[in-house]
């Protein structure tokens, strides 16, 4: 039986590069995002990559969970070798400045989306040799301001992946991984989106970047590790490997 990872977010950006990064050594691959015609030239591209890779299109927007839910019964019909939940957007500005529908929004995709997904994946496939990733941000593990919202999502992103990581750990019938990815600024349409307007200038606001094909590399460097959290290092920005960096109580009951 074919195995897929599955990538969410895939229409652009480091999805989109993550799922060629993947057919590039053959994987098949199910790709989810809302906007249609994307999804549908990015397996025409992985076609060109990789023909013998089979490229499962689903459209879906996320941030509806009566979405996420109806998704995951269509893909029980698949079997799934792992699950990158890469869906998600940013949104600038201070606090008490935002658009509420935007910043509801951006929860519900960030944090209860994710949230769904690998709950129902761990349910259904914890007992396998599979994968979880969830792309969090380098704002998953520290403050800034004019991100507080998003930075308040990917928290919970770093926070219930680390958790995961050691109640799997725990779990004697357990073989799933769970892992995060902690990318720092990656060129793509996350600041479009966040800042509202259009042409985001990257060279003029930030010292360095990656590329969206650099971040997908890293995260390929995480899933062939058996590390729990690959991050960019703010100082060398340098990608480096480590374990979970939250405080774990393993000794609650």
């Not at 025409?44 to 839910?69: M, Q, T």
């Not at 949104?91 to 709950?119: E, W, Y």
């Not at 926070?159 to 750990?169: C, D, K, S």
């Not at 479009?192 to 094909?213: I, L, N, P, Q, T």
């Amino acid at each position: 039986m074919k195995k897929y990872i599955v990538v969410t977010g895939a229409s652009s950006g480091i999805g989109a590069a993550t799922a060629k990064a993947f057919a590039r050594r053959g994987e098949n691959l199910i790709v989810i995002a809302r906007r249609a015609e994307l999804l549908e030239i990015l397996k025409g591209e992985i076609a060109n990559i990789s023909p013998d890779s089979d490229v499962i299109v689903k459209f879906c927007d996320l941030s509806r969970s009566e979405n996420v839910l109806a998704l995951w019964d269509d893909l029980k019909s698949y079997e799934l070798k792992a699950l990158i939940n890469n869906a998600g957007f940013g949104d600038f500005g201070f606090m008490g400045d935002h658009d509420i529908q935007k910043m509801v929004k951006m929860i519900d995709l960030n944090v209860t989306a994710l949230a769904i997904l690998s709950s129902l994946f761990v349910r259904d496939y914890k007992c396998k040799q599979t994968q979880l990733i969830n792309v969090s941000s380098v704002g998953g593990y520290f403050l800034a301001p004019g991100v507080v919202p998003y930075c308040g999502t990917k928290f919970f992103v770093s926070a219930f992946t680390e958790g995961l990581y050691h109640e799997l750990a725990q779990d004697v019938d357990a073989k799933m991984q769970a892992k995060i990815l902690a990318p720092a600024a990656t060129k793509s349409e996350f600041c479009d989106v966040a800042s509202g307007k259009s042409g985001f200038d990257y060279d003029a606001s930030f010292e360095k970047y990656h590329s969206s094909e650099q971040t997908a590399d890293f995260l390929l460097t995480l899933y062939d590790s058996d590390a729990c959290v690959g991050e960019v290092d703010l100082t060398s920005f340098e990608f480096k490997l480590s374990g979970p960096k939250f405080n774990y109580l393993a000794a609650a009951k």
